[in-house]
Each structure stands twice: as structure tokens, then as C-alpha cells.
């Protein structure tokens, strides 16, 4: 069994920053892509950013120069650099991630529960 867990969220003002956290755990050979997703109140889940094994990203083009995404591949756990927050930014985010259980399996889609960001004065 695979688990992401994420942690980092909670309540920052306009302009502050946070860092999120997501290590996945369990049975895991490989991890392709990982990622950040987040959903606000009343609105669909969308990509805030993608980053491959080899280090690739991709960002949803109105976060770029705000947010950064990186990740430690030996622990297996993805970041999420966010700065400049502004009230927009609030929701729940969602860490995402491409794993392997084995050698010989297919990559399958794994998402963590959550964590909340609130950026409000």
C-alpha cells in the first residue's frame, strides 16, 4: 500500500510564504511524476505544478515566479515553495503522485487527503 501524506498548510497573511510537504510511503519501486493540485471553495481541482524524476516542471502559467516545486528523490517527498500569497491562493492542496509498486507493474495515480492553505489578513 502507498501513502502521500502532506503537511506545511495553514493560515498565512498577504505576501507571506509557506512551504508544503508531501512524502509518499509504502510499497514503492519508482516515482515518475509528483505534483501539487488544489482545489478552492466552490471550484474544480487544477494543476498548480508537475515535476518529473529527472527534475522537469511544469507550472500552471499564473503561478509561475510565485511558487516553486522541488523534490528529494532518496526521500521520496515533494516540495511546494509558495510566496507572495495572496488571498486567491487559498484552498486545499493536493499532493499527486505517479508510482510503481514494482518492477513489473504500470505506474498508478496516488493523491494525499489534503492540506489547507488560508491567506487571509
Known amino acids: 500500500q502507498v501513502q502521500l501524506v502532506e503537511s506545511g498548510g495553514g493560515l498565512v497573511q498577504p505576501g507571506g510564504s509557506l512551504r508544503l510537504s508531501c512524502a509518499a510511503s509504502g510499497s514503492i519501486f519508482s516515482i515518475n511524476v509528483m505534483g501539487w493540485y488544489r482545489q478552492a471553495p466552490g471550484k474544480q481541482r487544477e494543476l498548480v505544478a508537475r515535476?518529473?524524476?529527472?527534475?522537469?516542471?511544469n507550472y500552471a502559467d499564473s503561478l509561475k515566479g510565485r511558487f516553486t516545486i522541488s523534490r528529494d528523490n532518496a526521500k521520496n517527498t515533494v516540495y511546494l515553495q509558495m510566496n507572495s500569497l495572496k488571498p486567491e491562493d487559498t484552498a486545499v492542496y493536493y499532493c499527486?503522485?505517479?508510482?510503481?509498486?514494482?518492477?513489473?507493474?504500470?505506474?498508478?495515480?496516488?493523491w494525499g487527503k489534503g492540506t489547507l492553505v488560508t491567506v487571509s489578513s
Open positions: 515535476i518529473t524524476s529527472g527534475g522537469n516542471t
Open positions: 499527486n503522485a505517479d508510482i510503481r509498486s514494482r518492477a513489473y507493474y504500470s505506474g498508478k495515480d496516488y
